[in-house]
């Protein structure tokens, strides 16, 4: 390898962090957390409320269908896909996967930025949605 060069970057690091980029997924992560498992519905449901919540105005049945099609086509895949969460297609529970400790400790992280950057201190997921 030549001095310029840089190892590559294992793809599921990759993956794992551009999945922990997006607001919206990193909010089902939190939820998932402390919750243990949801499913889509009811996902989709507490994405919606708390998408709403954050815009001050109430959730319409228009958004919550635009919230259940990202979550479905978007979200959800791109979670599944780098491992950080599973989903049953029988039951359509999801649940968190077998990550590595250091997806923890991002969400950890990630958590109290954005708590903080509204000037929080939560110590749960309720904190933070209804602060």
């Given at each position: 390898?030549?001095?310029?060069?840089?190892?590559?970057?294992?793809?599921?690091?990759?993956?794992?962090?551009?999945?922990?980029?997006?607001?919206?997924?990193?909010?089902?992560?939190?939820?998932?957390?402390?919750?243990?498992?949801?499913?889509?519905?009811?996902?989709?449901d507490v994405l919606a409320g708390w998408l709403a919540s954050v815009q001050g105005v109430d959730a319409d049945r228009l958004a919550h269908e635009q919230t259940q099609i990202a979550l479905r086509h978007i979200h959800l895949p791109k979670l599944l896909d780098c491992g950080l969460v599973e989903h049953d297609a029988d039951t359509g529970v999801v649940?968190?996967?077998?990550?590595?400790?250091?997806?923890?400790?991002?969400?950890?992280?990630?958590f109290r930025v954005e708590a903080q950057a509204r000037g929080e201190r939560p110590e749960s997921l309720r904190d933070l949605i209804d602060g």
């Open positions: 390898m030549g001095a310029n060069t840089m190892p590559a970057t294992p793809p599921a690091v990759d993956g794992r962090l551009e999945a922990l980029a997006n607001y919206y997924r990193r909010f089902l992560l939190y939820y998932l957390r402390e919750h243990g498992s949801a499913t889509r519905t009811e996902l989709t649940s968190l996967g077998a990550y590595p400790s250091w997806v923890d400790e991002c969400l950890d992280l990630t």
